[in-house]
Nanobody, 120 residues
């Protein structure tokens, strides 16, 4: 069973940047799509960014042009570079592994989450 461990969250001022990392173990990382979700207090968990096994990416409209998802298959790690952060980006960010190589196959396994807080 895959284990996902996120890191890199913290407190940052609006306009600042953070890079989240998610280290995976227990699965053949390179064959699965990976995603970053977030959940703000009182809101549903939403998909922020996803990357397929082949490197195709997709983003939520709210983060396009500001966030970049990438993966390093040699290190079994997926990253989320977040620039021009806004207070509305404040949430717990979760890493997730897809059910297959495409991000259209849905996501299942989850990490424990990392808190990102953006102050105005």
């Amino acid at each position: 069973q895959v284990q996902l461990v996120e890191s890199g969250g913290g407190l940052v001022q609006a306009g600042g940047s953070l890079t989240l990392s998610c280290a995976a173990s227990g699965s053949i990382f390179s064959i699965y799509a990976m995603g970053w979700y977030r959940q703000a207090p009182g809101k549903l968990r939403e998909l922020v960014a996803a990357i397929s096994s082949g490197g195709s990416t997709k983003y939520a409209d709210s983060v396009k042009g500001r966030f970049t998802i990438s993966r390093d298959n040699a290190k079994n790690t997926v990253f989320l570079q977040m620039n021009s952060l806004k207070p509305e980006d404040t949430a717990v960010y979760y890493c997730s592994q897809g059910h297959g190589g495409s991000y259209f196959s849905g996501f299942g396994s989850w990490g424990q989450g990392t808190q990102v807080t953006v102050s105005s």
